[in-house]
Protein backbone atom coordinates (compact mmCIF):
# COMPACT_ATOMS: atom_id res chain seq x y z
CA UNK A 1 0.00 0.00 0.00
CA UNK A 2 1.28 3.44 -1.02
CA UNK A 3 0.20 6.69 0.98
CA UNK A 4 1.14 10.10 0.73
CA UNK A 5 1.16 11.56 4.31
CA UNK A 6 -0.01 15.45 4.30
CA UNK A 7 1.79 18.23 5.96
CA UNK A 8 -1.30 18.47 8.71
CA UNK A 9 -0.40 14.69 10.13
CA UNK A 10 3.03 15.41 9.85
CA UNK A 11 6.33 14.07 9.17
CA UNK A 12 6.98 11.53 12.23
CA UNK A 13 3.43 9.80 11.37
CA UNK A 14 5.10 9.05 8.05
CA UNK A 15 8.27 7.65 9.47
CA UNK A 16 6.47 5.25 11.54
CA UNK A 17 4.34 4.26 8.27
CA UNK A 18 7.89 3.59 6.40
CA UNK A 19 9.28 2.05 9.41
CA UNK A 20 6.43 -0.66 8.87
CA UNK A 21 7.08 -1.33 5.77
CA UNK A 22 5.13 1.22 3.57
CA UNK A 23 5.70 3.00 0.43
CA UNK A 24 5.60 6.74 2.15
CA UNK A 25 5.74 10.39 0.76
CA UNK A 26 5.45 13.03 3.05
CA UNK A 27 3.77 15.92 1.26
CA UNK A 28 5.92 18.19 3.46
CA UNK A 29 9.15 17.01 1.75
CA UNK A 30 7.51 16.45 -1.65
CA UNK A 31 5.58 19.56 -1.97
CA UNK A 32 6.04 22.23 1.02
CA UNK A 33 3.01 24.47 1.29
CA UNK A 34 0.87 24.07 -1.88
CA UNK A 35 -3.01 23.64 -2.57
CA UNK A 36 -5.07 20.91 -1.22
CA UNK A 37 -6.05 20.23 -4.96
CA UNK A 38 -2.13 19.75 -5.34
CA UNK A 39 -2.03 17.44 -3.28
CA UNK A 40 -4.82 14.91 -3.96
CA UNK A 41 -4.13 15.25 -7.96
CA UNK A 42 -0.18 14.03 -6.65
CA UNK A 43 -2.29 11.54 -4.77
CA UNK A 44 -4.34 10.57 -7.43
CA UNK A 45 -0.79 10.24 -10.16
CA UNK A 46 0.80 8.58 -7.64
CA UNK A 47 -1.80 5.85 -6.97
CA UNK A 48 -1.17 6.82 -3.31
CA UNK A 49 -3.89 6.85 -0.15
CA UNK A 50 -3.97 10.39 1.18
CA UNK A 51 -3.70 10.50 5.12
CA UNK A 52 -4.73 14.06 6.41
CA UNK A 53 -6.24 15.88 9.30
CA UNK A 54 -7.59 18.33 7.00
CA UNK A 55 -11.05 18.20 6.84
CA UNK A 56 -10.94 20.55 3.22
CA UNK A 57 -10.04 17.04 1.34
CA UNK A 58 -13.95 15.94 2.04
CA UNK A 59 -15.24 18.86 0.29
CA UNK A 60 -12.87 18.74 -2.55
CA UNK A 61 -13.24 14.75 -2.88
CA UNK A 62 -17.55 14.84 -2.66
CA UNK A 63 -18.57 18.20 -3.65
CA UNK A 64 -15.83 18.84 -6.56
CA UNK A 65 -15.51 15.04 -7.29
CA UNK A 66 -11.90 14.97 -7.48
CA UNK A 67 -10.35 11.30 -7.69
CA UNK A 68 -8.62 10.06 -5.45
CA UNK A 69 -7.01 6.59 -4.41
CA UNK A 70 -8.33 6.81 -0.87
CA UNK A 71 -7.98 8.94 2.23
CA UNK A 72 -7.87 8.60 5.98
CA UNK A 73 -9.12 11.63 7.65
CA UNK A 74 -7.90 11.84 11.65
CA UNK A 75 -10.88 13.75 13.28
CA UNK A 76 -9.28 13.10 16.54
CA UNK A 77 -7.89 15.03 19.57
CA UNK A 78 -4.89 13.32 20.17
CA UNK A 79 -1.94 14.53 18.18
CA UNK A 80 0.53 11.92 18.94
CA UNK A 81 1.46 9.88 16.12
CA UNK A 82 2.12 6.62 17.94
CA UNK A 83 -1.60 6.89 19.06
CA UNK A 84 -2.63 7.41 15.56
CA UNK A 85 -1.11 4.85 14.20
CA UNK A 86 -2.51 2.27 16.85
CA UNK A 87 -6.11 3.90 15.66
CA UNK A 88 -5.40 3.03 11.78
CA UNK A 89 -2.92 0.25 11.56
CA UNK A 90 -6.08 -2.45 11.13
CA UNK A 91 -7.49 -0.48 8.51
CA UNK A 92 -4.27 0.49 6.16
CA UNK A 93 -4.19 -2.19 4.30
CA UNK A 94 -8.36 -1.56 3.14
CA UNK A 95 -7.45 1.89 2.37
CA UNK A 96 -7.45 1.98 -0.99
CA UNK A 97 -10.53 3.23 -3.10
CA UNK A 98 -12.32 4.24 0.04
CA UNK A 99 -12.97 7.70 2.66
CA UNK A 100 -11.94 6.99 6.12
CA UNK A 101 -12.97 8.77 8.71
CA UNK A 102 -10.81 8.03 11.94
CA UNK A 103 -13.05 9.61 15.19
CA UNK A 104 -12.49 8.86 18.90
CA UNK A 105 -13.71 5.27 19.36
CA UNK A 106 -14.80 5.26 15.83
CA UNK A 107 -14.18 4.61 12.29
CA UNK A 108 -16.34 5.10 9.23
CA UNK A 109 -15.66 4.14 5.89
CA UNK A 110 -16.97 4.88 2.59
CA UNK A 111 -16.80 4.04 -0.66
CA UNK A 112 -15.38 6.23 -2.92
Known amino acids: MRFLVDESIGNRFAELL ?21 VLSFSAYDKRVLITADKDFGNLVFKLKIHVNGVILFRVLTRDPEKRLEMVKDILDKAEGKFIVVSEGRIRLREL
Open 18 to 38: KNAGYDVVFSGDAMPQVADEK
